[in-house]
């Protein structure tokens, strides 16, 4: 009886919290409405948050810290899920969209996904700017060179890698994603979709503190339907 007492004295606090928050936020200002709404994936009674992102995107690099605490802080009722975007595609996008969904694919995308960013901006294992003279690499990282750090960071044998990469399923889920991205009208990166409903990024919440708070608010509002 505790323990459930404090899981509703949690979500007290959150929702509590959240409203708070509600006379700052305004609707086709700091977040915008979906029209019309996405179906989500998630069992009746969640509330689903997209972030919409790539790697080799710097904004998502920066922001990515601030979506790992916004996934540790969500009540038990958000469920977090990803999007990789294609639309930058001289910057090498695609591969590392398709990099994602066939890690997620493969069951290997949560341990992966914070390292690979890592391996994009610190590392620069799979760079795609020189930092010396901030200009593109010549040849970008390619699928290929994507399955060998799979390989190395995750033990995923690399054929086993690159043939659910260029599998039909993998096909199907890019241009899913692909589809998504354009219903929901988003045009940069990172941006968060609340359960198919409200889209959010940096420039109309403010930041990305306030983004933060602003999902968090629009989760709130959604679970009390």
């Known amino acids: 009886?505790?323990?459930?007492?404090?899981?509703?004295?949690?979500?007290?606090?959150?929702?509590?919290?959240?409203?708070?928050?509600?006379a700052q936020w305004v609707e086709g200002t700091n977040y915008l409405l979906v029209d019309p709404a996405q179906r989500t994936n998630v069992?009746?009674?969640?509330?689903e948050v997209t972030e919409v992102f790539s790697y080799a995107c710097p904004a998502c690099n920066a922001?990515?810290?601030?979506?790992?605490?916004?996934?540790?802080?969500?009540?038990?009722?958000?469920?977090?899920?990803?999007?990789p975007a294609a639309f930058n595609s001289s910057e090498d996008w695609p591969v590392f969209q398709r990099a994602y969904l066939t890690a997620k694919a493969l069951g290997i995308s949560t341990k992966t996904h914070d390292a690979m960013f890592d391996a994009v901006w610190k590392t620069h294992q799979l760079e795609t700017v020189d930092p010396q003279t901030e200009r593109l690499r010549n040849p970008l990282p390619s699928i290929e060179d994507v399955a060998a750090w799979y390989h190395q960071q995750a033990?995923?044998?690399?054929?086993?890698?690159l043939a659910a990469a260029h599998s039909f399923g993998?096909?199907?889920?890019?241009?899913?994603?692909?589809?998504?991205i354009m219903a929901c009208q988003v045009d940069q990166t990172p941006t968060i979709i609340v359960n198919g409903k409200y889209r959010v990024?940096?420039?109309?919440?403010g930041g990305y503190a306030k983004m933060i708070d602003l999902v968090k608010w629009l989760v709130a509002k959604e679970a009390q339907h």
């Open 170 to 180: 993998i096909d199907l889920q890019v241009h899913q994603s692909d589809a998504y």
């Open 155 to 161: 033990g995923t044998p690399t054929q086993t890698f």
């Open 1 to 22: 009886m505790r323990i459930k007492f404090l899981g509703v004295l949690a979500l007290l606090c959150f929702v509590s919290g959240a409203s708070a928050q509600s």
């Open 63 to 83: 922001f990515y810290p601030y979506m790992d605490a916004l996934r540790r802080t969500l009540p038990a009722s958000a469920v977090v899920d990803y999007v």
């Open 201 to 205: 990024d940096p420039s109309s919440a």
């Open 43 to 47: 069992p009746a009674g969640k509330v």
